[in-house]
Each structure stands twice: as C-alpha cells, then as structure tokens.
C-alpha cells in the first residue's frame, strides 16, 4: 500500500546487472496478513548532473567494494529515467538527477550495525565519502521501508 505518493521519482536500471534479482524470490500465499521480516533501505544521492555511465562506473569501482567492507551488499540501483511521465495524476518529480540503491537488513539493528561499521571504516571516511560528497547536490536521503506481507523484497 502507498501512503504518500508525493515524492515520486521515475527511474530505470542503468544496466540488467542493476536490477533487483526477484527470480529465486518466494512470495507469500494471498491473504497472509504479517509484514514479511527485514528492512529494505533505499539511499537517494541528488546528483549535480546526470547519472552517466562515470557515475555508474564509480558506484560499482568504488562505493561497492566499500559498502562490502562493512557488509553491505546493494540489492539493486537505479537512475533518473529521463521519460515523460505518462501517468499525469501521479506527480513524479522530473528533471532531477538522482541514483537510488537498495540493501535489504534482517532488522533495524543489523541496518544500524552495517552503516556504523561502514563510517568506522578509514577508507570510507578519508576516500570513498569525500568522492562521492563531491558529486553529490545535497546530503543522501536515507528511506528505511518495512515490506508488506507479499512482498518478493524481504529477508
């Protein structure tokens, strides 16, 4: 279920790779009422130009392997789709250049534990953050999202 449907950005995988992979994924059966377990995290960076295929590159070179470090691991990632909104009622933000990635936690505290590990990291704080703070328009935009109870992205 949608509760706010006011921020809405439109967006594509920049390659197939990108894509959350849902075929091994088990749905539950209709009319199961408990949320499925896990958090989903989707972290926004509001770019100062397009997310190109640099951009791309750099996420998978060099945020990637940092984000592993502090166990980490992206389900997924996406950027601005530069398409006309065709659905004129929803009010989808265009024009900003955005790239999205998304990790799915067992809970709110291995989500805590990861993102923690992951600023305690020396090469996070003196390499990997600034380039990226370089590139970026305004600060990340963290959005921590329960699964409903058929969803394919849980834990």
Avoid: C
């Amino acid at each position: 279920m949608i509760v706010d449907s006011d921020n809405v950005l439109l967006l594509h995988a920049p390659k197939v790779q990108a894509q959350f992979a849902l075929a091994r994924r088990n749905r539950a059966p209709r009319g199961t009422g408990e949320n499925a377990h896990g958090l989903l995290v989707a972290t926004i960076y509001y770019l100062d130009a397009p997310a190109d295929a640099e951009f791309v590159d750099f996420f998978e070179r060099e945020l990637m392997p940092a984000l592993a470090a502090g166990g980490i691991v992206p389900a997924a990632y996406f950027v601005t789709a530069t398409d006309a909104n065709n659905f004129p009622r929803l009010p989808v933000r265009e024009n900003e250049p955005v790239f999205v990635w998304f990790a799915l936690y067992a809970d709110q505290d291995e989500y805590q534990r990861r993102a923690a590990a992951l600023n305690d990291s020396p090469r996070w704080r003196e390499s990997v953050a600034p380039a990226l703070r370089h590139r970026l328009k305004t600060p990340p935009q963290t959005l921590r999202l329960t699964p409903t109870p058929r969803s394919l992205l849980h834990e």
